[in-house]
């Protein structure tokens, strides 16, 4: 099974990769004494983890780094075995080292007290800009975006579905057709991502309400596919995830064989190859754009900001290769909303767009100093500014149409 998926994933990161940094050319090729170190909370058989492998290497490469200069720690869990891996990377020469996961952060941050002339990056985490540290920062894409975009099309196959009169009543919550979402934690990265999946549906089909369960766990095959199960059983008729697995789509594909209108949205890789006519697309990263520029600028010397995140503008972000299901017109759609983020026409939180307890917000207090409370307003010129205050994700807004649940 490990050997099945890490193929899978190696072939959907392709895609996604082909779009990859350029930025570093033969002539940019750092020196051979440069090294970097990466602390990732799983493997090759985990998709979020396997993205930022893909995202290392593909940005290694591009910069001209030979492989012993790129050291890799996997299956690093979120407690003293990310410090303890940490002070081993420095010591053996690295620069700069990053880690994936947001329990990673305090570990980070401690070494970066300790080793001042190396910098420490903590991917999806919130302290840098507290820390009071020059040389540890954060950093996260805006992959709300893509996951807007992910919803733009499985709006499209929805429209598609009612027009052709494939759905029945029990798809149908009174006036609103259900969907659903496999979650792992009730988090604002979560809630932001499954957000603007739902906004992005919303912006084709409006009457639409969304049933989000959670797992309470980033990576559980068998949890994500029963979920997805449950949600199917529902009559949600098209189901996506903040989940790292496979679970979800391959269970998804499996009822569509018996004869059940149910399609599925993954995130971070193709899903194709498990759920062939089931899945519509992903959500994903392109770790290497963000990479490329960690390495450039560590190796040159310079400052690495102390939060980074970019999403379309600069291709940080993308869905996976459209499914064979897609509705026909969606790659066109897919383009006009693509072009939109990237000229800012478009903003995926438009608070018009939106409703919380039956009012539009002027204005909300997010939590940005990573503290647990919200004091620093993010919605301003008509929609709330994700991931501009910091890096990574602080839209925790509940907005109508949505309910949570538990996988009991």
């Given at each position: 099974?490990k ?11 392709l ?8 930025s ?17 909370i ?20 591009a910069?001209?780094?030979?492989d012993?200069q790129l050291?890799?720690?996997?299956s690093?869990?979120e407690d ?19 880690s ?7 570990h980070m ?25 020059s040389n540890y920062?954060n ?18 196959k ?9 759905l ?14 496999v979650g792992?934690?009730?988090y ?5 991502g ?5 906004l992005?549906?919303k ?10 369960t959670?797992?309470?766990s ?5 949890a ?12 949600c ?22 004869g059940?209108t ?8 193709d ?31 310079e ?29 066109e759609?897919?383009?006009e909303?693509?072009a939109?983020?990237?000229d ?12 919380v307890?039956g ?10 100093d990573?503290?647990f409370v919200g ?10 500014h ?9 839209f925790?807004?509940r907005?109508?149409g ?5 996988n009991?």
């Amino acid at each position: 099974m490990k050997k099945l998926l890490s193929l899978i994933l190696a072939a959907a990161m392709l895609v996604t990769l082909g779009l990859a940094c350029v930025s570093c050319g033969s002539s940019d090729s750092v020196s051979g004494d440069f090294k970097v170190g990466a602390i990732l909370i799983g493997d090759d058989n985990e998709g979020y983890t396997y993205a930022h492998i893909l995202g290392l290497k593909e940005a290694a490469k591009a910069c001209g780094m030979s492989d012993d200069q790129l050291i890799l720690k996997y299956s690093v869990p979120e407690d003293e075995k990310c410090y303890d891996a940490a002070i081993d990377l420095v010591e053996q020469g690295c620069k700069v080292v990053f880690s994936n996961s947001y329990g990673h952060q305090t570990h980070m941050k401690q070494a970066a007290q300790e080793y001042p002339d190396v910098t420490f990056v903590s991917m999806t985490g919130d302290l840098a800009a507290t820390s009071g540290l020059s040389n540890y920062k954060n950093a996260f894409t805006g992959v709300y975006q893509s996951r807007y975009v992910a919803g733009v099309v499985a709006g499209m196959k929805l429209a598609e579905l009612v027009a052709d009169g494939k759905l029945t009543d029990a798809n149908y919550d009174g006036k609103n057709i259900k969907l659903g979402y496999v979650g792992a934690y009730p988090y604002a990265e979560v809630v932001s991502g499954y957000t603007a999946y739902y906004l992005g549906v919303k912006s084709i089909v409006e009457n639409v309400t969304m049933k989000v369960t959670y797992t309470n766990s980033w990576f559980d095959i068998t949890a994500e596919g029963t979920v997805a199960e449950a949600l199917a059983a529902d009559g949600c008729v098209i189901i996506s995830q903040h989940a790292d697995s496979t679970g979800a789509p391959a269970a998804i594909q499996a009822l569509q064989d018996k004869g059940q209108t149910v399609y599925s949205v993954g995130y971070n890789v193709d899903m194709l190859s498990v759920a062939p006519t089931a899945a519509l697309t992903s959500a994903s990263n392109n770790w290497s754009v963000y990479y490329t520029y960690a390495f450039k600028a560590a190796a040159a010397g310079e400052d690495i900001l102390t939060n980074w995140s970019e999403g379309y503008e600069t291709d940080a972000v993308a869905i996976t290769a459209l499914g064979e299901s897609c509705a026909a017109g969606t790659q066109e759609k897919v383009d006009e909303v693509v072009a939109a983020l990237k000229d800012g026409s478009l903003h995926v939180f438009d608070t018009s767009k939106f409703t919380v307890g039956g009012q539009t917000l002027n204005e909300y207090l997010a939590d940005v100093d990573g503290d647990f409370v919200g004091e620093t307003n993010a919605i301003w010129e008509g929609y709330f500014h994700e991931s501009e205050l910091r890096s990574a994700p602080y839209f925790d807004i509940r907005i109508d149409g949505i309910v949570e649940t538990n996988n009991n």
